[in-house]
């Protein structure tokens, strides 16, 4: 079963070290057998603050409407964060809340980037936010400690025997989830 799990990072801040770890991310989610993905960056979409969502703007944003479509046509998410003022950053709430059904019952595995805490507290307030659009956190998660040290443009900078490790178990649980949940929607809504 191909999977198609796009990388949502997340935040539009300049001089932003995290980007590092979604590229990371996506060339090492890129090598594995039967996943598609690309790399979505609020940069690149004109989301604004949010005013209207998706499905209540007349006419629609193309631009919009096909970040919409490629996040229904998804099975699966992995989102890199970094940690503003112990929480997400506000680009990464503003993306989430522009849609709804495109979230629902598909899997999110979270990749934090911070400083101590490596993105912990924003990884935990995402589990919420997540379940709040129906979507479903994986149990496991990845926190990278200093990513300013930790990673840079060609990337890790320290641990690099030990991330390839890490962000593959990781991806091995978003791939387990994903196929899960692929399986229950197309077999219908449940009953109510």
Do not use: C
Request: neutral net charge; proline residues 8%.
């Amino acid at each position: 079963m191909s999977l198609y799990l796009p990388v949502l990072y997340v935040t539009s801040r300049e001089g932003r070290k995290s980007i590092y770890v979604a590229e990371y991310a996506l060339e090492r989610l890129k090598r594995r057998p039967g996943v598609e993905t690309r790399l979505f960056d609020p940069r690149d979409l004109p989301l604004g603050n949010l005013v209207l969502r998706q499905w209540e703007r007349h006419p629609p944003v193309p631009a919009i409407e096909a970040f919409s479509a490629e996040m229904a046509r998804a099975d699966g998410f992995l989102v890199v964060t970094p940690e503003y003022n112990y929480g997400i950053p506000g680009a990464l709430k503003n993306m989430i809340d522009h849609l709804y059904q495109e979230w629902n019952r598909k899997p999110f595995a979270f990749i934090g980037a911070g400083g101590l805490s490596g993105g912990l507290r924003a990884i935990d307030q995402l589990r919420q936010v997540v379940a709040g659009v129906a979507g479903i956190s994986v149990p496991a998660h990845l926190a990278v400690h200093h990513v300013a040290k930790a990673f840079g443009p060609q990337g890790p900078l320290s641990a690099a025997d030990e991330f390839p490790a890490q962000f593959d178990r990781l991806f091995s649980e978003l791939e387990w989830y994903a196929r899960a949940l692929k399986t229950g929607r197309d077999a219908g809504e449940p009953a109510h």
